[in-house]
T-cell receptor, first 113, second 109 residues
Framework: EAEVAQSPRYKITEKSQAVAFWCDPI?????LYWYRQILGQGPELLVQ????????DSQLPKDRFSAERLKGVDSTLKIQPAELGDSAMYLC???????????FGQGTRLTVV | GDSVTQMEGPVTLSEEAFLTINCTYT??????LFWYVQYPGEGLQLLLK?????DKGSNKGFEATYRKETTSFHLEKGSVQVSDSAVYFC????????FGKGTMLLVSP
């Protein structure tokens, strides 16, 4: 069964360091989402791609976060520099199109120390 | 912007009890509605969905009906099991996928 792949599963980094997460969506899925989920809360959208274009990054802290999906397939989310408050689960999801069902990866658990 | 509000947890039930988790939404258009479930340490899994008014989504004994007049999508199950213990998220999707804060369900034997 096709699934959304994310790596790494866990990441510990020191504050002020750079960190990057990778996501490989289900083949053929044009829409890709990155969410941040703080413990005990719901996922919050960071960025949404349609193919290689960003369609919503209004909640992305652009002073330290960046995201790209250069060929419209896999995607990278980067944080530089990391802050203690960035500790959270980062979830990637993909869907065939904007209004279709989204499938989630296992997530990357980030701990900033 | 679009938003989803769901009842706060935890919801604590005994096995075989009836479950209701309330969810209401605000949206500029007519969104699709979803319930996702998250087991400890795992990502989100789609539980059920409804794409238009009066649709009923169902899966694994869970049900939810899209009520446009009350802008609600309440999750129900007639008889919960210990294995249903998880966090449940209501979500709406119009131009983007928006989640509620989640409701933890704890089912005891």
């Amino acid at each position: 069964e096709a699934e959304v792949a994310q790596s790494p599963r866990y990441k510990i980094t020191e504050k002020s360091q750079a960190v990057a997460f990778w996501c490989d969506p289900i083949s053929g899925h044009a829409t890709l989402y990155w969410y941040r989920q703080i413990l005990g809360q719901g996922p919050e959208l960071l960025v949404q791609f349609q193919d290689e274009s960003v369609v919503d990054d209004s909640q992305l802290p652009k002073d330290r976060f960046s995201a790209e999906r250069l060929k419209g397939v896999d995607s990278t989310l980067k944080i530089q520099p990391a802050e203690l408050g960035d500790s959270a689960m980062y979830l990637c999801a993909s869907s065939l199109e904007v209004e279709a069902e989204a499938f989630f990866g296992q997530g990357t658990r980030l701990t900033v120390v | 912007g679009d938003s989803v509000t769901q009842m706060e947890g935890p919801v604590t039930l005994s096995e075989e009890a009836f479950l209701t988790i309330n969810c209401t939404y605000t949206a500029t258009g007519y969104p699709s509605l979803f319930w996702y479930v998250q087991y400890p340490g795992e990502g989100l899994q789609l539980l059920l969905k409804a794409t238009k008014a009066d649709d009923k989504g169902s899966n694994k004994g869970f049900e939810a009906t899209y009520r446009k007049e009350t802008t609600s999508f309440h999750l129900e199950k007639g008889s919960v099991q210990v294995s249903d213990s998880a966090v449940y998220f209501c979500a709406s999707q119009y131009s983007t996928l928006t989640f509620g804060k989640g409701t933890m369900l704890l089912v005891s034997p």
